[in-house]
Nanobody
Framework: QVQLVESGGGLVQAGGSLRLSCAAS????????MGWFRQAPGNERAFVAA????????DYAESVKGRFTISRNNAKNTVYLQMNSLKPEDTAVYYC???????????????????????WGQGTQVTVSS
């Protein structure tokens, strides 16, 4: 089992920034690719960003490219999502997710489908006011 705990959400004005953190425990963190997803009321859970187990590969939804940055610190068992130039449409609950990939060269890739992930956090609310 992997436990994921998100933090860093809150209320921010449009144009502002937030940094989300996701602390993992329970298994070897570097064996997991990580992702961030979000869900707004009435919408399905949507991909935001992903990072490979080594951190060498990243991927972003088109709507956040150039504004959000995903990163990880395997020594601290933590993945981050730096969100800049926030817009009201970024308002959602943000979820951290982990997908077992092993720490091999050929598995050093990202995953952008929610069903591919094995573990999920409880989510953190991000609200962007206009």
């Amino acid at each position: 089992q992997v436990q994921l705990v998100e933090s860093g959400g809150g209320l921010v004005q449009a144009g502002g920034s937030l940094r989300l953190s996701c602390a993992a425990s329970g298994r070897t963190f570097r064996n997991y690719a990580m992702g961030w997803f979000r869900q707004a009321p009435g919408n399905e859970r949507a991909f935001v960003a992903a990072i490979s187990w080594s951190g060498s590969s990243t991927d972003y939804a088109e709507s956040v490219k150039g504004r959000f940055t995903i990163s990880r610190n395997n020594a601290k068992n933590t993945v981050y999502l730096q969100m800049n130039s926030l817009k009201p449409e970024d308002t959602a609950v943000y979820y951290c997710a982990a997908k077992y990939s092993g720490s091999y060269y050929h598995t050093d890739r990202t995953y952008d489908r929610a069903y591919e992930y094995d573990y999920w956090g409880q989510g953190t609310q991000v609200t962007v006011s206009s």
